[in-house]
């Protein structure tokens, strides 16, 4: 093994990889770097729940069930909200962000700190978009390994979603009598 050929192979890539990523940003901070962290962490995460899925001999549907599509949607829609904008989740979110002002009924708005290890955490959490993606991971995996029990939880957000939207009706048709 040459321990100094690995090395000069090891800057080269480095250096190639700085380029790519400032030609890449042109001019803007976009942490490429904590994405690639994002994107193996993320591939680890999944591959995780699949080999937990197989070890339990778990096997995969032929096809989705539209009812299982229609809830997992909601309750992803749900629980991503509740992580990425709830004022009673902001703990979770305060290492790696920064509070700005409310948004929206008992939602926050939150920006990531720009220290480049918690910039890519804190764009995961206030981004339901990008929380989306590890949700439905996770109520899938869920869905395979324990399915009452997360058919369940995912009931309870789809109801709470429900709950929600009714809420807004609500203010919505109380402020349209008090005009």
Same mark, same amino acid.
Request: proline share 7%; glycine share 6%.
């Given at each position: 093994?040459?321990?100094?050929?690995?090395?000069?192979l090891?800057?080269?890539?480095?250096? #190639?990889?700085? !380029?790519?990523?400032?030609?890449?940003?042109?001019?803007?901070?976009?942490? $490429?770097?904590?994405?690639?962290?994002?994107?193996?962490?993320?591939?680890?995460?999944?591959?995780a729940?699949?080999?937990?899925?197989? $070890?339990?001999?778990? /096997?995969?549907?032929?096809?989705? &069930? /539209?009812?299982?599509l *229609?809830?997992?949607?909601?309750?992803?829609?749900?629980?991503?909200?509740l992580?990425?904008?709830?004022?009673?989740?902001? /703990?979770?979110r305060?290492p790696?962000?920064?509070?700005?002002?409310?948004?929206?009924?008992?939602?926050l708005? &939150?920006?990531? !700190? /720009?220290?480049?290890?918690?910039h890519?955490?804190?764009? $995961?959490?206030?981004?339901?978009?990008?929380?989306? *993606?590890?949700? *439905?991971?996770?109520l899938?995996?869920?869905? #395979?390994?324990?399915? !009452?029990a997360? !058919?369940?939880?995912?009931?309870?957000?789809?109801?709470l979603?429900?709950?929600d939207? #009714?809420? #807004?009706?609500?203010?919505? $048709?109380?402020?349209?009598?008090? &005009?």
């Amino acid at each position: 093994m040459n321990t100094a050929a690995d090395h000069r192979l090891a800057r080269r890539l480095h250096g #190639l990889l700085q !380029r790519t990523g400032r030609q890449y940003a042109a001019g803007h901070d976009r942490p $490429l770097g904590g994405y690639l962290a994002a994107m193996a962490g993320f591939t680890a995460y999944t591959t995780a729940w699949a080999t937990a899925a197989r $070890l339990r001999g778990r /096997p995969l549907p032929d096809r989705p &069930e /539209p009812w299982d599509l *229609v809830l997992t949607s909601v309750a992803t829609f749900r629980l991503s909200r509740l992580l990425t904008k709830a004022s009673v989740t902001s /703990p979770l979110r305060a290492p790696f962000t920064r509070y700005v002002a409310p948004q929206g009924p008992a939602e926050l708005h &939150e920006e990531a !700190r /720009p220290e480049d290890a918690k910039h890519t955490v804190g764009e $995961l959490a206030t981004c339901p978009f990008c929380m989306s *993606v590890w949700v *439905v991971c996770t109520l899938t995996a869920g869905q #395979l390994l324990w399915p !009452r029990a997360t !058919r369940t939880a995912m009931g309870a957000l789809a109801a709470l979603a429900g709950a929600d939207t #009714l809420q #807004l009706a609500y203010s919505t $048709l109380e402020k349209t009598a008090d &005009e």
